[in-house]
């Protein structure tokens, strides 16, 4: 059934009529025209489709719309600031820690929410949080070092 779904996105006020029961990541991408967040498995396996709801990382492909009702959604696009990119969308690049890039912003996501639970995370903090994104390019090494990059320019690492 359609109804009215209101949330913040990437900071703005956002409602979008459509059935409730609509995945977040189709309402992102297709009605939104958000292509950052990506579709993998669309079984909550792979974490390519890995967005912020309050600070937490979800992934949106498992994520009906009306669960984020009078939420805020943060997507991959949301994550700079002033056009300035955000300190772990520069660590990946400094790093080279992205391949084909398709896993990248969902690793972004849910590194960001690491991140904010866990300002020193340690390497093996980041490889058992990031566990569920996978990469198939075989950038482990380096996103685990962009992650860390990050995480000093951010302030919290050491």
């Not at 492909?61 to 009078?70: A, E, G, I, L, N």
Request: charged content about 25%; proline content about 4%.
């Amino acid at each position: 059934m359609e109804e009215k779904v209101q949330f913040k996105l990437n900071g703005k006020e956002t409602a979008v009529t459509v059935d409730s029961d609509r995945m977040l990541l189709w309402v992102l991408r297709t009605d939104l025209g958000l292509t950052g967040t990506k579709y993998g498995c669309g079984i909550s396996q792979c974490g390519a489709c890995t967005v912020l709801v309050n600070n937490e990382a979800v992934r949106s492909c498992m994520t009906p719309v009306k669960d984020v009702r009078d939420k805020d959604v943060v997507t991959i696009e949301g994550l700079d600031g002033n056009g300035k990119l955000h300190p772990l969308q520069k660590a990946f690049m400094e790093s080279d820690a992205l391949q084909c890039g398709y896993c990248t912003p969902g690793m972004i996501m849910n590194a960001y929410a690491l991140l904010r639970k866990n300002p020193h995370p340690s390497p093996a903090d980041i490889v058992l949080e990031m566990e569920g994104n996978l990469c198939r390019c075989g950038a482990h090494k380096r996103i685990i070092q962009a992650i860390q990059k990050a995480a000093v320019e951010i302030g919290g690492g050491s």
